[in-house]
Nanobody, 115 residues
Framework: QVKLVESGGGLVQPGGSLGLSCAGS????????MSWHPQAPGKERELVAS????????NYADSVKGRFTISRDNARNTVYLQMNSLKPEDTATYYC????????WGKGTLVTVSS
């Protein structure tokens, strides 16, 4: 079955950087669009970055353009999210998703941006 495991969350100061990883298994990773979705407390889960495969086309929400970079390594079945210039409003649990007819989700990793 589809399994997604996120890692890399933690506490970072405003203006800092953090890198997230998501390892996928149980599905054809190299043929699957992957994405990242933060969910802040009391708010809906939102799409901030996606990457297609094959092709590697990327899309970003306006709120993260120029600050976040999504990438993937199909040989490692892993998708990444590099987050720079972090803001307190980026604080959220970040979920990885695999789009296979519907969204499949990992359990998330918590990112806290605070001084």
């Amino acid at each position: 079955q589809v399994k997604l495991v996120e890692s890399g969350g933690g506490l970072v100061q405003p203006g800092g950087s953090l890198g997230l990883s998501c390892a996928g298994s149980g599905f054809p990773f190299s043929a699957t669009t992957m994405s990242w979705h933060p969910q802040a407390p009391g708010k809906e889960r939102e799409l901030v970055a996606s990457i297609s495969s094959p092709g590697g086309r990327t899309n970003y929400a306006d709120s993260v353009k120029g600050r976040f970079t999504i990438s993937r390594d199909n040989a490692r079945n892993t998708v990444y999210l590099q987050m720079n210039s972090l803001k307190p409003e980026d604080t959220a649990t970040y979920y990885c998703s695999a789009l296979r007819g519907r969204n499949y989700w990992g359990k998330g990793t918590l990112v806290t941006v605070s001084s």
